[in-house]
């Protein structure tokens, strides 16, 4: 049987006027307008702020990943955020509860669940075992936004039971721009060391590079992180773009390509110049991505121009938790 190919890296979104429990805050000019473009890229109609847009969201996703060269897509909840005393902030641009995740998932077998938990909660431990036997395959979070510092001794526990149950752990690492950032310092890679000596397996998600001109690129950083840790993998989600487009070449020319795996970071756009611009593949190549109207195929398409083998797209199903 031929092993699964993966969109290792699919945001689920909804607004929550629909009943789903999730919410959605476009707060000021930019996230307004990056909202739009991301609505109006992925072709969705259906307005952020309406009643159908939750529906519309997952039915249209599920039809994009049905419809590509991929056989599944690793679907990320949303934590709220908290800080170290298990208090809930307001804070951030939106929430997707894992209750909402697995039912979707059930509904569409082309989605795998990756639940989202901040280890700061106060029932952060019950919640895991829930997940876990509700069939979560992975967890999600981004340290940065969610105010994770994954250092911290009371997470430890939180920390082995993800490694006892072989429940790997993707993480943000690099800047960001989409969401709002609550501390820049959980940004970098090197705050996954403790997990890591704990034995949880770890995805470093867009392999740590930078988000905008101003971010550090924690690229070398990751590296001799992956040489002392095997556990440690990173993906190549959100590559496509302006600015993380420059650590594709690094990666690339890493000599150790069979530590990354492939993801989009759908709704995110996917642009088809920015390979082309920094040498990864050729004009005529650019021009085939930029008419696949599928953004999920059309991230796929790259990574197979610029020379990722089948492994990069199969990788991720050795590393999911196995249900």
Same mark, same amino acid.
């Given at each position: 049987?031929?092993?699964? $190919?993966?969109?290792?890296?699919?945001?689920?979104?909804?607004?929550?006027?629909?009943? +789903?429990?999730? /919410? =959605?805050?476009?707060?000021?000019?930019?996230?307004?307008?990056? &909202?739009?473009?991301?609505?109006?890229?992925?072709? =969705? *109609?259906?307005?952020?702020?309406?009643?159908?847009?939750? *529906? +519309?969201?997952?039915?249209?996703?599920?039809?994009?990943?049905?419809?590509?060269?991929?056989?599944?897509?690793?679907?990320?909840?949303?934590?709220?955020?908290?800080?170290?005393? &298990?208090?809930?902030?307001?804070?951030?641009?939106?929430?997707?509860?894992?209750?909402?995740?697995? !039912?979707?998932?059930?509904?569409?077998?082309?989605?795998?669940?990756?639940?989202?938990?901040?280890?700061?909660? !106060?029932?952060?431990?019950?919640?895991?075992?829930?997940?876990?036997?509700?069939?979560?395959?992975?967890? !999600? @979070?981004?340290?940065?936004?969610?105010?994770?510092?994954?250092?911290?001794?009371?997470?430890?526990?939180?920390?082995?039971?993800?490694?006892?149950?072989?429940?790997?752990? #993707?993480?943000?690492?690099?800047?960001?721009?989409?969401?709002?950032?609550?501390?820049?310092?959980?940004?970098?890679? %090197?705050?996954?060391?403790?997990?890591?000596?704990?034995?949880?397996?770890?995805?470093?998600?867009?392999?740590?590079?930078?988000?905008?001109?101003?971010?550090?690129?924690?690229?070398?950083?990751?590296?001799? @992180?992956?040489?002392?840790?095997?556990?440690?993998?990173?993906?190549?989600?959100? #590559?496509?773009?302006?600015?993380? +487009?420059?650590?594709?070449?690094?990666?690339?020319?890493?000599? %150790?390509?069979?530590?990354?795996?492939?993801?989009?970071?759908?709704?995110?756009?996917?642009?088809?110049?920015?390979? /082309?611009?920094?040498? =990864?593949?050729?004009?005529?190549?650019?021009?085939?991505?930029?008419?696949?109207?599928?953004?999920?195929?059309?991230?796929?398409?790259? !990574?197979?121009?610029? &020379?990722?083998?089948?492994?990069?797209?199969?990788? @991720?199903?050795?590393?999911? $938790?196995?249900?």
């Amino acid at each position: 049987m031929p092993a699964t $190919r993966f969109d290792g890296h699919v945001h689920l979104v909804g607004n929550g006027l629909g009943g +789903s429990g999730c /919410w =959605l805050r476009l707060d000021g000019l930019w996230h307004r307008a990056l &909202g739009e473009v991301m609505r109006r890229t992925i072709g =969705l *109609e259906a307005k952020a702020t309406s009643k159908e847009f939750d *529906e +519309s969201f997952v039915s249209h996703l599920a039809g994009l990943v049905a419809g590509s060269s991929l056989d599944a897509a690793l679907l990320l909840a949303q934590d709220e955020v908290y800080d170290e005393t &298990g208090r809930k902030l307001d804070f951030g641009s939106f929430y997707v509860p894992n209750e909402y995740l697995f !039912k979707v998932c059930a509904a569409h077998p082309v989605f795998v669940p990756a639940v989202s938990i901040h280890p700061g909660r !106060k029932d952060a431990l019950e919640e895991l075992e829930r997940c876990l036997a509700s069939g979560a395959r992975a967890l !999600k @979070l981004l340290p940065n936004c969610q105010n994770v510092d994954c250092s911290l001794p009371q997470y430890e526990a939180f920390w082995k039971r993800m490694a006892s149950a072989g429940l790997p752990f #993707l993480c943000h690492t690099g800047g960001e721009m989409t969401v709002p950032v609550i501390n820049r310092a959980y940004q970098d890679p %090197r705050i996954l060391r403790r997990p890591l000596e704990l034995g949880v397996k770890v995805i470093a998600a867009h392999a740590s590079g930078n988000s905008h001109f101003f971010d550090p690129n924690y690229f070398g950083e990751l590296i001799r @992180l992956m040489d002392e840790f095997p556990r440690l993998y990173a993906d190549t989600s959100a #590559l496509n773009s302006p600015i993380r +487009s420059g650590v594709l070449k690094q990666v690339k020319e890493s000599g %150790r390509t069979e530590r990354f795996l492939h993801g989009s970071d759908f709704p995110v756009p996917v642009g088809a110049r920015w390979a /082309w611009l920094r040498g =990864l593949i050729t004009l005529a190549q650019a021009s085939e991505a930029g008419r696949i109207p599928n953004l999920i195929e059309r991230d796929a398409y790259l !990574k197979r121009a610029m &020379g990722f083998d089948d492994g990069h797209f199969t990788r @991720l199903g050795e590393i999911l $938790r196995p249900v």
